[in-house]
């Protein structure tokens, strides 16, 4: 197991958002997060990755607890991740947003950003490259010149995709990525993901699309109300009472 996460738990005020919830994250899998609304999917991600500290609980990433650390530190060490409130650099360009994520691995680049001494030119012109190739990758190639608010809504989905792989993670977190997609983006995307797998990548992802899911992941873990009320695998979810009813019961799918 890549992450093997105890009893994580996060209370807002009298609210309990997540409720000891365990999940264990096997390394190169598509494991998914899903529930009804306020579920506490966002919330759980949120505490994976610091943005809010959790109550309680462990977190274990590569056989090392992190549930302590900033969000700088958990990225550093491989945790990249998208929002489901999409957070760029509105008046950045394309291109800029994608070299902005790949500041976090090169150490020298605030001191030589002052300085612009040899190994910073040389780091930037490789972040440059990098994030070139990630934009091709993404299909964004052709708009990096481009402000990243004046991307329709999908394609900015797809930008924040390439700027959390631009830090070059072993674990990507994805909360709601087809929001605001189309259907044929929604099928790239979903080609898009299963090539990352194939690369050795990890990831996590919080979906509404429950077609998109149950084709995708290779373990699905159901959250209702903070508590996790099912995990296995999509056939396996989809014949669960609770799930049914909990999640289910609630939407339109
Ligand atoms: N910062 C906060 N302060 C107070 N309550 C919060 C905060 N963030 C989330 N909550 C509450 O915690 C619960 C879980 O919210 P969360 O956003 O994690 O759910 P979700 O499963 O991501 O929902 P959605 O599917 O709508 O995105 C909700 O009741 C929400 O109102
Ligand atoms: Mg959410």
């Known amino acids: 197991m890549i992450m093997e996460i105890a009893k994580l738990e996060k209370h807002f005020g009298g609210l309990v958002a997540v409720q000891e919830v365990d999940l264990a994250l096997a390394a190169g899998s598509i494991h998914a997060v899903i529930g009804p609304n306020g579920a506490g999917k966002t919330t759980f991600f949120n505490a994976i990755t610091s943005i809010i500290p959790c109550d309680s609980g462990q977190i274990t990433w590569k ?68 994030a ?16 990243a608010r004046n991307l329709p809504y999908g394609e900015q989905r797809k930008l ?7 830090s070059r993670p072993d674990l990507l977190l994805l909360d709601e990525p087809a929001a605001g997609m189309n259907n044929t983006e929604t099928e790239e995307l979903e080609q898009f993901i299963r090539a990352l797998r194939a690369e050795g990548l990890t990831v996590l992802i919080i979906e509404h699309d429950v077609k998109l899911i149950m084709g995708l992941a290779d373990r699905i873990t159901v959250l209702d109300h903070g508590v996790k009320i099912a995990e296995g695998t999509a056939a396996e979810i989809q014949n669960n ?9 609630k939407r339109r799918v």
């Open 160 to 166: 924040e995709i390439a700027r959390a792989l631009a």
């Open 241 to 249: 009472e609770k799930v049914i009813e909990a999640y289910l019961g």
């Open 132 to 147: 070139m190739a990630l934009l091709e990758k993404v299909g964004l190639a052709e708009k990096h010149a481009e402000y």
């Open 63 to 130: 056989g090392e607890r992190i549930e302590k650390l900033s969000p700088q530190s958990i990225s550093a060490k491989g945790i990249a991740r998208t929002f489901q409130n999409i957070r760029l650099f509105a008046f950045m360009s394309v291109l800029e947003n994608v070299i902005a994520g790949t500041h976090n691995h090169f150490r020298s680049f605030v001191w030589g950003a002052l300085t612009r001494n040899a190994r910073y030119r040389r780091e930037e012109k490789e972040s440059r490259e990098m």
